[in-house]
C-alpha cells in the first residue's frame, strides 16, 4: 500500500506523535484561558505546551537526520546527531520553559492583577490533563516495553534511545505543572490573593529547571559515547573467546552510534602458529557470527596483540 511507509513511521513514532498531538491542542486552549482570566500559571503552561511542542519537532527531525548512512566525512553515520537534538532540547526547556515561566512568575508576584471568573481555567485544566494523561500512558507503556526487568532509573540511565524518556519527563513534569496551576487558580479566588498564581508559575518553572538539567546530565552521557549494554559485551567477549585460535581475549570496547548501531573494537591474543591467510579467513567467520548473535554491531574491529602487550598498555592508559 502507498502508506505503508507513513504508517510505519508513525507507529515507530508513536510516543513523540502522541505528545505532539495533546500539546498542539491544550497549547491553544491555554493560551485562550490565559488572555480571558488573566492567569499567570496558565500563561505559563501555555509557554510550556509551545515549548514541548516544539521539542518533539525537534526529536522527529533529529531522528530523520540520525538515519543517514555513512559517508566520506562521517564513516560511522549520523546516529548521534539524535544525541545532539536531545541535548538541545533540554536546553530549551531550560532556557525557554523554566526561564519563562519563572520570570512571569515573579511578574505577577511583583504587580499582581485580580483574576476573573476560574471556570475556563478548571475546563482548560481539565481538558489538558485528559489529554497528557493520554499521551503519558502513551510514553510509560512504550518504555516499560523497552526497559525489560530493569528498574526505571537504571533504564533511564542505560537507555540509548532519547526520544523515549525525554517524552516520559516532559509528560510528567507537565501533569505536575497543570496539577500545581490548578491549585494556584483556586488558592489564589479562594485566599483573595493573586500572588499565590505567581508563585505556582514559579513552582512549574523550578520543575521544568530540575527536569532540563536531568535531561541534559542523559543526553550528555550519550553525545560523549556511551557503551553498549554489559551484557551485549559479555556476548561479544564469549563468542570471541571460544574461538581455538584465540588464546586470550584481551578487551572488548564498544560505543553507541545510535540507539540501534554499536562500534565494537576487540583485542585479542591469537595462538602463535596461526598462519595469516588463515587468520583472516576465521575472522571474517568471526565478524559475522557476531553480527548474527548482536544485529545491532555496525563495525567491528578486531586487532591481534599479545595479552602481555594489552595488559602493559592498559596500566600506562590508567597513570
Avoid at 498531538?21 to 486552549?29: K, R
Amino acid at each position: 500500500m502507498p502508506d505503508s511507509g507513513l504508517t510505519a513511521r508513525i507507529r515507530e513514532n508513536i510516543v513523540l506523535y502522541g505528545a505532539l498531538a495533546a500539546n498542539l491542542a491544550i497549547g491553544v486552549a491555554k493560551f485562550v484561558a490565559a488572555g480571558i482570566t488573566g492567569s499567570s500559571s496558565m500563561l505559563t503552561e501555555g509557554v510550556h505546551s509551545v515549548v514541548d511542542s516544539g521539542n518533539q519537532i525537534l526529536l522527529l527531525y533529529g531522528q530523520k537526520r540520525a538515519k543517514r548512512g555513512p559517508d566520506a566525512i562521517h564513516p560511522f553515520g549520523y546516529g548521534r546527531e539524535l544525541y545532539f537534538w536531545a541535548f538541545v532540547v533540554a536546553i530549551l526547556i531550560f532556557a525557554l520553559g523554566a526561564g519563562i515561566s519563572i520570570y512571569e512568575g515573579w511578574l505577577h508576584i511583583r504587580d499582581p492583577e485580580p483574576l476573573l471568573d476560574p471556570t475556563v481555567n478548571y475546563i482548560v485544566l481539565a481538558i489538558a490533563f485528559a489529554l497528557e494523561g493520554a499521551s503519558w500512558t502513551i510514553a510509560v507503556r512504550e518504555f516499560r516495553r523497552s526497559k525489560g526487568d530493569a528498574g526505571w532509573w537504571q533504564a533511564i540511565h542505560e537507555s540509548k534511545d532519547p526520544a523515549g524518556f525525554i517524552v516520559l519527563f516532559e509528560d510528567s513534569a507537565a501533569l505536575a505543572g497543570l496539577v500545581i496551576a490548578a491549585l494556584g487558580v483556586w488558592l489564589s479566588h479562594a485566599l483573595g490573593d493573586p500572588r499565590i498564581d505567581g508563585i505556582a508559575s514559579i513552582l512549574i518553572g523550578l520543575i521544568l529547571g530540575l527536569v532540563a538539567v536531568l535531561l541534559a546530565r542523559e543526553a550528555k552521557g550519550l553525545l560523549i559515547g556511551e557503551r553498549a549494554d554489559p551484557a551485549v559485551v559479555e556476548t561479544i567477549r564469549g563468542i570471541v573467546a571460544d574461538r581455538p585460535w584465540i588464546s586470550h581475549v584481551n578487551h572488548v570496547r564498544t560505543i553507541h552510534t545510535s540507539p540501534d548501531s554499536i562500534f565494537a573494537a576487540i583485542s585479542a591474543d591469537f595462538v602463535d602458529n596461526l598462519q595469516m591467510g588463515a587468520a583472516e579467513t576465521m575472522i571474517e567467520m568471526l565478524e559475522d557470527d557476531l553480527r548474527r548473535a548482536v544485529p545491532s554491531l555496525s563495525s567491528i574491529y578486531i586487532r591481534p596483540e599479545k595479552h602481555e602487550n594489552a595488559a602493559t598498555a592498559a596500566v600506562q592508559a590508567t597513570l
